[in-house]
């Protein structure tokens, strides 16, 4: 029953993500009510969700919505009787066919079971509620990038040059004669990341769930985001909110969600506007598109081969290259692909590994037959 609670505060999350105001008061309550009323079916613990989390009737087809994602599929006006007959049945429950007649007793799904079943479904599938179900494992992530040398310097006994400051400050405890000479090596820190996300309609469901990712992780190395499709949209302060509050603030912050793609346009303005002046310095760079460029690939190649000779790294993120008859042989893919260190689809949640060891430089994984691809 303990994983009934912990589903039951899950669900009121998502719905708080979905815009009904769900406080602590009601998720309380709903978790009272599972304790007490000890649903054996999803029609009982529909009704256990009705009475305690809504309080307008404005808000019930956005339970009914989330509660379908999170359960299965199915109509949960059928779990209210606003149908004389109806037959429901979805991956763990099953309702009876006639008005008021008892549900049959089914195996209620965990939290756990639901986000581990969904964690092998494509992002593009996936509805919003159930990509909020997904917060709690993305937050086992950790998206490092390499160490890099930094201007400052600590002390260190095998240390390829003599700290004289050091020494001489510690010569006072020996009467001004130095004992012991100090050494010291360059600190190392995390090398900046840089993202591009491409947010155009054919990328639109990718990159709701990449940008959930980047706010969910904890990136070593603080990561500046920017979204493109028509026009360039710098997204770093909007997405240090909490997850469901920054992807709304992205929504409102780029006009331009579902429009065309102009990434060779986007490029040069990126580098232009921050990228040349320092931001793409020695970064390791991610861009996220299935490279449909609605423009000439003139510019995209040249504004590439810039990046290219300011950036550590470039990652590209493309989740059509999860198919294996995939090739880069025409339009945008065809012009940046000589330019990536690593491509990858990370197009659902356990493909995110081959992402997160792009970054970090400890991908392994073997070229696509036919397909060059460079790998450090």
């Given at each position: 029953?303990?994983?009934?609670?912990?589903?039951?505060?899950?669900f009121?999350e998502?719905l708080?993500a979905?815009?009904?105001?769900?406080?602590?008061?009601?998720s309380?309550r709903?978790?009272q009510?599972?304790?007490?009323?000890?649903?054996?079916?999803?029609?009982?613990l529909?009704?256990c969700?009705?009475?305690?989390?809504?309080?307008?009737?404005?808000q019930?087809?956005v339970?009914?919505?989330?509660f379908?994602?999170?359960f299965g599929g199915?109509?949960p006006?059928?779990?209210r009787?606003d149908?004389?007959?109806?037959?429901?049945?979805?991956?763990?429950?099953?309702?009876?066919?006639?008005?008021?007649?008892q549900g049959?007793?089914?195996?209620?799904?965990?939290?756990g079971s639901?986000a581990?079943?969904?964690?092998?479904?494509d992002f593009a599938?996936?509805?919003l509620?159930?990509?909020a179900?997904?917060?709690?494992?993305?937050?086992?992530?950790r998206?490092?990038?390499?160490l890099?040398?930094?201007?400052?310097k600590r002390?260190?006994?095998?240390?390829r040059?003599?700290?004289?400051r050091?020494?001489?400050?510690?010569?006072?405890?020996?009467?001004?004669q130095?004992?012991v000479l100090?050494?010291?090596v360059?600190?190392?820190?995390?090398?900046?990341l840089?993202?591009l996300?491409?947010?155009?309609?054919?990328m639109e469901?990718?990159?709701r769930?990449m940008l959930q990712?980047?706010?969910?992780?904890?990136v070593g190395?603080k990561?500046e985001?920017?979204?493109?499709a028509t026009r360039?949209?710098r997204?770093?302060?909007a997405?240090a909110?909490d997850?469901?509050?920054?992807?709304?603030?992205?929504?409102?912050q780029?006009?331009?969600?579902?429009?065309?793609?102009r990434?060779?346009?986007?490029?040069?303005?990126?580098l232009?506007?921050?990228g040349a002046?320092g931001?793409?310095?020695?970064?390791?760079?991610v861009i996220?598109?299935?490279?449909?460029e609605?423009?000439?690939?003139?510019?995209?190649?040249?504004q590439?081969?810039?990046l290219?000779?300011l950036?550590y790294?470039i990652?590209?993120?493309?989740?059509?290259?999860a198919?294996?008859?995939?090739?880069?042989?025409?339009?945008?893919?065809?012009?940046v692909?000589p330019?990536?260190?690593?491509?990858?689809s990370?197009?659902r949640?356990?493909?995110?590994?081959?992402?997160?060891a792009?970054?970090?430089?400890?991908?392994?994984t073997d070229?696509r037959?036919?397909?060059?691809?460079?790998?450090a």
């Open positions: 029953m303990s994983e009934l609670a912990l589903l039951a505060a899950r009121a998502v708080r979905e815009g009904v105001a769900v406080g602590a008061d009601r309380a709903f978790t009510a599972i304790l007490l009323v000890r649903p054996e079916t999803t029609d009982e529909y009704r969700a009705l009475t305690t989390l809504v309080s307008a009737p404005d019930i087809p339970l009914d919505r989330v379908a994602a999170v199915g109509d006006a059928d779990f009787g149908r004389p007959q109806a037959t429901v049945a979805g991956n763990n429950r099953q309702v009876t066919a006639s008005r008021g007649e049959r007793k089914v195996e209620l799904p965990t939290f639901a581990e079943h969904l964690a092998t479904r599938e996936l509805e509620a159930e990509l179900l997904l917060r709690d494992l993305m937050r086992r992530f998206i490092a990038t390499p890099r040398r930094s201007r400052r002390v260190a006994s095998r240390g040059r003599v700290d004289v050091e020494t001489l400050r510690r010569a006072r405890r020996s009467g001004g130095p004992a100090h050494r010291w360059p600190r190392e820190k995390p090398r900046k840089v993202v996300c491409d947010i155009s309609g054919s469901a990718h990159a769930a990712l980047l706010v969910c992780a904890n190395a990561a985001v920017f979204t493109f360039l949209t997204l770093t302060k997405l909110a997850p469901a509050k920054a992807m709304r603030q992205a929504g409102e780029a006009p331009d969600w579902s429009g065309g793609t990434i060779g346009a986007a490029l040069k303005e990126f232009d506007s921050h002046r931001m793409a310095r020695g970064a390791v760079v996220i598109s299935d490279g449909w609605t423009g000439g690939t003139g510019q995209l190649t040249a590439m081969a810039r290219s000779r950036a790294r990652v590209w993120v493309n989740p059509r290259t198919q294996p008859e995939y090739r880069p042989l025409v339009g945008g893919m065809a012009a692909w330019y990536c260190e690593f491509v990858v990370a197009h949640l356990d493909a995110l590994d081959e992402l997160l792009a970054i970090g430089g400890a991908c392994h070229p037959p036919g397909v060059t691809l460079r790998v």
